[in-house]
């Protein structure tokens, strides 16, 4: 064998098929995607779509165990908003920081499950936080300025739904 002999084994590069190119080459016209409509269209596409009938992810019963159901539903607020909070006069540090007091405030929006505390920008004032969950940085923030994070949240491990 030499150099000018060697090649692909016969099938190992195929040509890839253009489409759009002409009735000629049996992928002209519409290219392969039907008739007219949205399905023609690039882009949008409606997955799962049936045409108006159930579709069938719907129509099937759902079995088993979901936790979405269960799922606790929480506020994220990190220490620096409730610096910022603080410092514009809206909540007051010397009363527990929890769910009620940040809605009151209008930092939070509405209560929800409960509130976990998140530990970007910094915290300077003393402050008792009674959370659902903190992070470690957001525990390790508070403490540094002096203020205490009660953890509302059943311990892991204890039994109780938790979530």
Known sequence: MRLHELCDRPGARKKRLRIGRGIGSGMGKTGGR???GQTARTGVRIKGFEGGQMPLHRRVPKRGFRQA??????NEINVGRVQAAIEAGKLDPAATVDVGALVKAGVLRRAK???RLLGSGEITTKAAFS???ASKS?????????????VLAPKPGTGEQGG
Do not use: P, Q
């Open 34 to 36: 039907g008739g007219k």
């Open 69 to 74: 159901a269960f799922a606790r539903r929480l």
């Open 113 to 115: 499950d409960g509130v």
């Open 131 to 133: 959370v659902w969950g």
């Open 138 to 150: 957001a525990v390790a923030a508070v403490e540094r300025a002096g203020g205490s994070v009660t």
